[in-house]
């Protein structure tokens, strides 16, 4: 499983950073780096091993349904970039 | 003044209940020590007038007999702890300009105790490095050298929260460790650093690496300050889900109870290629300090530890990704304009994203895309769990682990290496307690031939705090380490 | 009743699945403590948590975990003590996190069934894939400036349970009459309102079409309805383009579509090149959500009874048409009101009474069930006269129109407007000699075979009485009169 430009470029996109197409080659060439050490888990059996997702071995903590928070639009919009009437910004979505 | 900067913060306490001397006396102090060694880098941004409110409100507490556990002790706050009012970046360029309306559980538990804040520390960005040299504010230095007097890197992720606690600019500061970040710092800058275990801290409010593995946790020069404020941090919080109902033990009792009929585990698979020879020794000289304090040293397998720093750079990689997926330019932080939204987002994340960051981004992304996730992320979990199961075996016969802290001691700032998994093996020792959500230690042990501090890991059962501060406590005493940086505040310059 | 399409080269079959995403009912939000109430100021219903500030965690409200449960239950489904929360990865303006917290692998409800009911009265089992928990995200507006748009949280993080069904249904039909039959449940279990106009309730329709037995097509997947209208609409323009262009010698792509609400059609939404890849894996701020089989037995102990068991009993001990059953069962409060409108009544009649006089007055008048004039008691007050003779049912739809436009009970309207019906036998022969004495000519023809004629005489006897003689004995009297 070895990485080139194209899935840099594709992952990139997913990660929504952008990655200048002269810088492509050198990220592969790192990724694979990396990945090529990471194989090292293969050597690994763990056909009837559960994943751990958690370690705390507690269950989830449940809140009662009451309205603590919110109302507080100027906590909120404090660092924004942009915002207008209570709103936040951006550069206008085309669907 | 160099006397108030030598206190530990017990001794400190008892000073200011004794009236002996005031907290704003200290905290000035603190703040003259941490403009003298301001070239340390340590400290991103200094909050001397916040600092000095802070003391006059803990004298006024000291003076009605109400004082909290910490009150009038000045310390410094890595800047990944989300501070009201005062600007919070994790070291990135993406926060720039971000000041937090809210503050982090755990601050928040500090100042309650009364602490006194001198500032946000330095930290490599988003936490993700071993060396400091990360941070959108450039590397924080070591204030121990070598003969060479090169500048040597603190460690990381929490270099200025070690640097500044060994350079006497900060009493005690608080640190967040995913992989190692409090251990390794604090091996390499001579001072004491715990990760608790998973869940002991509340993580509301930092700013999240890997939320799996992130854990907050105190730097301190001795090992019952440590205990003094693991104890104010420490709490149950309902606004972490993951938060620990478990009650704290009595750590400050823990210090000084001894080791007397402690079976200690010394684990086999803990060395590797290339390791410093000083660290062989003061690991075996460590088993013999606790054996003759009446401890029983067992060799002990954690077969799996090979393959924490893989399973680690699989697990803490994808949850960042996801995790910093927030810094988008839309509702605080950088935004870099650019055509359309999406144009945005990745201008804005390009530009306020460091190199290290990005790549754990895209190795994060890529390893949860479509076609990896069972080749890279489920087969990491599953081998998470067979490393948990390790330590879980190892720990029905013994009550603690003992092992190295470091490969090696610090290292020179700018050591140029091409491979970025040479720089992960920083590590190796230290990633496996978080993948398993174990209390680990970082006891300063002792010097190597360069005269530069090494530390040693206690590693503990889930929850059980006081076996590490027990064992910590007779290699402190054993250690008896009075070797001081170069370029501390006070000192020698 | 043939469910086939026929198009230019035959018949095709519709497979329709859907995913419907119901707003829960609760005050405050799945995963912080803002309130989920709609209509509020913009992002003045937002919690630091909801708009992801750095180091914000989420921590999850227990009503909502048990309004999914109850739903599931109502839905006669698998409850999975153990589920996990996910995180779905993409970017949008309205999604602070970077990611939606939903449940992928192990959702908290499975398998179930729905039961829908159809125009004839017939019923079907639709499968129920899963039903899970996910945050809701906020609202992107693109028209208040030419080159932003502006965002709104409020939305963000209420919680939604979306329920996936199987690829049962065949006809938008069906995929309407499913829709209608799910938002009567949750509405019976309070679990959501159900207001599709306010987006509470919105549907993607998954619709592919075969030649009857083959494997399934390639499905497209239309989001976000909002009306039954919409979904039927959407599916019916769906089957006609994907059949054209199966015919055409073209291929149906899987991909999602948006509809367009002017002209009833759907298109490609254009970020497709975009192809989602959502690297879901599972929340790392959530543990495990854990329910015990107790906490799951209490809240089905407390579950109202729903709409497919009243609507049996109905038919089976009450002896109500499907249809009647259906019609009186879709609703809750119209359940309520007629259990308590029939109760010691004529249980049928009432049922009759109801939906057609009652339902046809609400629906002209454009009132609801709530504020109208009649109470339960009322209406049984109503029949009860009929049963008992009082009045006949003539007159009892002009007391109907007067209980509707006043508000006053039948017997006191009867009693002022002396509308008793007349079962005095002595006053109704006198009225039976008058109309005899008045038309000999008729009572000729009758009696020379023309037998049409005696409704003639009833009707005249009726309209003497004022509509007020009792009709039973107005036949019988007149019966034995004439052919003596
Ligand atoms: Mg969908
Ligand atoms: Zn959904």
């Known amino acids: 499983m070895s990485v080139d430009k194209t899935t840099v470029a594709k992952i990139a996109r997913l990660a929504r950073l952008n990655v200048p197409e002269d810088r492509l080659e050198p990220v592969a060439n790192e990724l694979n780096g990396i990945l090529d050490w990471i194989a090292e888990l293969n050597e690994v059996p763990t056909d009837n091993v559960e994943p751990l997702a958690s370690v705390t071995g507690h269950a989830l903590p449940m809140r009662d349904d009451v309205v603590t928070d919110g109302d507080c639009v100027d906590r909120v919009l404090a660092n924004a970039p942009e915002g207008a009437s209570g709103f936040f910004v951006v550069p206008k979505v085309v669907e | 003044m160099s006397d108030l900067l030598d206190l530990s913060a017990v001794e400190a306490r008892a000073a200011l209940d004794a009236k002996s001397i005031s907290a704003t006396e200290l905290t000035s102090a603190y703040i003259k020590a941490a403009e003298e060694t301001a070239s340390l880098n340590n400290y991103v941004l200094l909050t001397p007038d916040h600092a000095l409110a802070m003391a006059a409100r803990a004298d006024e507490k000291l003076a009605k007999g109400e004082a909290g556990l910490l009150e009038g002790i000045p310390l410094g706050v890595k800047d990944l702890f989300c501070t009201t009012g005062v600007a919070t970046t994790a070291c990135s360029r993406i926060l720039q300009g971000f000041t937090p309306p809210y503050e982090s559980t755990v601050t928040a538990n500090l100042w309650a105790e009364g602490a006194v804040m001198l500032g946000k520390l330095n930290c490599d960005e988003f936490a993700m490095g071993s060396a400091n040299e990360t941070s959108a504010f450039g590397p924080a230095i070591n204030p121990w050298q070598s003969a060479e007097k090169i500048d040597l890197v603190p460690g990381g992720s929490s270099g200025g929260s070690a640097s500044a606690v060994a350079a006497r600019s900060a009493l005690m500061a608080t640190g967040t460790d995913t992989g190692g970040s409090i251990r390794q710092p604090a091996a390499f800058c001579g001072v004491v650093g715990l990760k608790p275990t998973y869940g002991r801290c509340s993580r509301w409010g930092i700013v999240a690496f890997a939320s799996s593995l992130d854990q907050a946790g105190p730097f301190t020069r001795t090992v019952a300050d440590n205990a003094l404020m693991l104890q104010a941090m420490a709490s149950h919080d309902a606004k972490d889900s993951t938060s620990s109902v478990v009650q704290l033990q009595d750590v400050m009792a823990a210090v000084g109870q001894g080791v007397s009929g402690m079976k200690i585990g010394v684990p086999r698979e803990y060395v590797m290629d290339g390791m410093d020879p000083d660290v062989m020794a003061l690991w075996q000289q460590g088993q013999d300090w606790l054996r003759q304090a009446g401890a029983e040293l067992v060799e002990v397998s954690l077969p799996h530890t090979k393959y924490a720093l893989p399973t680690y750079y699989i697990i803490a990689p994808a949850e960042a990704s996801s995790n910093l997926a927030r810094y988008d330019g839309v509702r605080y932080g950088l935004r870099v304009e650019a055509g359309s939204l999406d144009q945005m987002y990745e201008a804005t994340r390009a530009a306020g994203f460091g190199e290290e960051v990005q790549r754990r981004i895209l190795i994060g992304t890529y390893v949860l895309s479509a076609g990896y996730y069972d080749a890279y992320y489920l087969k990491a979990q599953k081998v998470r769990r067979l490393i948990k199961q390790d330590f879980d075996t190892v720990f029905t016969t013994v009550d603690a682990l003992l092992t190295p802290a470091t490969p090696s001691a610090a290292f020179a700032v700018g050591r140029k290496i091409d491979d970025p998994v040479v720089n992960f093996l920083n590590d190796v020792f230290t990633v496996p307690a978080n993948l398993a959500g174990l209390p680990g230690m970082s006891v300063p042990a002792g010097l190597n031939a360069d005269g530069l501090p090494l530390g040693l890991q206690v590693l503990g059962k889930p929850y059980d705090e006081a076996s590490l501060y027990r064992v910590a406590g007779v290699l402190e005493q054993a250690t008896a380490f009075t070797a001081t940086p170069t370029r501390r505040a006070g000192g020698a310059k | ?484």
């Not at chain 3, 109208?372 to 008992?388: E, F, R, T």
């Open chain 3, 1 to 484: 009743m043939s469910q086939l399409v026929t198009g230019r080269t035959g018949d095709w079959e519709v497979v329709i699945g859907l995913e419907v995403h119901a707003q829960v009912s609760s005050q405050a939000k799945l995963f912080s403590g803002a309130s989920a109430s709609f209509g509020a100021a913009p992002n003045e219903n937002v919690s630091l948590v909801d708009a992801a500030m750095p180091g914000m965690l989420p921590v999850i409200n227990r009503e909502c975990v048990y309004q999914a449960i109850r739903t599931g239950l109502g839905l006669k489904a698998q409850i999975n003590l153990t589920s996990v929360f996910d995180r779905k990865n993409y970017f949008y303006a309205d999604l602070p996190q970077g990611y939606q917290i939903s449940q992928f692998k192990h959702s908290i409800v499975g398998a179930g069934v729905l039961r829908i009911v159809l125009a004839d009265g017939s019923t079907r089992d639709i499968g129920i894939e899963r039903l899970h928990l996910e945050q809701d995200a906020g609202k992107s507006m693109h028209d208040q400036h030419p080159s932003k748009s502006y965002i709104d949280l409020n939305r963000t993080g209420v919680a939604l349970m979306e329920i996936v069904s199987r690829p049962d249904m065949r006809s938008a039909a069906e995929a309407a009459a499913f829709v209608r039959k799910l938002r009567s449940i949750l509405r019976y279990l309070g679990t959501c309102d159900g207001n599709m106009e306010e987006g509470s309730l919105r549907a993607d329709v998954n619709v592919s079409v075969r030649r009857t037995g083959a494997e399934f097509g390639t499905r497209t997947e239309t989001k976000n309805l909002n009306s039954l209208r919409f979904i039927q609409q959407a599916i019916d323009y769906e089957v006609a383009r994907q059949i054209e262009l199966i015919e055409d010698g073209g291929t149906v792509d899987q991909e999602t579509r948006l509809f367009d609400t002017n002209t009833g059609t759907t298109r490609t939404m254009r970020s497709k090149e975009d192809a989602h890849d959502y690297r879901y894996f599972p929340d790392p701020d959530l543990l495990p959500l854990v329910v015990t089989q107790k906490e799951v037995d209490d809240l089905a102990a407390a579950l109202p009874e729903l709409p497919d068991d009243i609507r049996d009993r109905l038919i089976n001990d009450y002896g109500l048409s499907p249809y009647d059953a259906s019609v009186i069962t879709e609703e809750r409060d119209t359940a309520e009101f007629y259990e308590a409108a029939s109760a010691g009544q004529d249980r049928k009649l009432v049922a009759n009474w109801m939906t057609v006089e009652l339902f046809g007055a609400l629906n002209k008048s454009g009132q609801s069930l709530s504020d109208c004039k009649i109470s339960p008691a009322m209406l049984g007050g109503l029949v009860s006269l009929i049963s008992d003779g009082t009045i006949s049912g003539r007159i009892a739809k002009d007391v109907f129109a007067d209980m509707f436009e006043t508000g006053k009970d039948a017997a006191s309207i009867v009693d002022e407007k002396g509308l008793k019906q007349v079962s005095d036998s002595g006053a109704i022969e006198a009225l039976i000699d008058a109309v005899i004495a008045a038309n000999m000519d008729k009572v000729e023809e009758y009696r020379g075979g023309k037998d049409k004629l005696f409704g003639f005489f009833v009707g005249q006897v009726m309209k003497q009485s004022g509509g007020q003689a009792n009709p039973g004995m107005v036949n019988q009297i007149l019966k034995s009169k004439l052919d003596s």
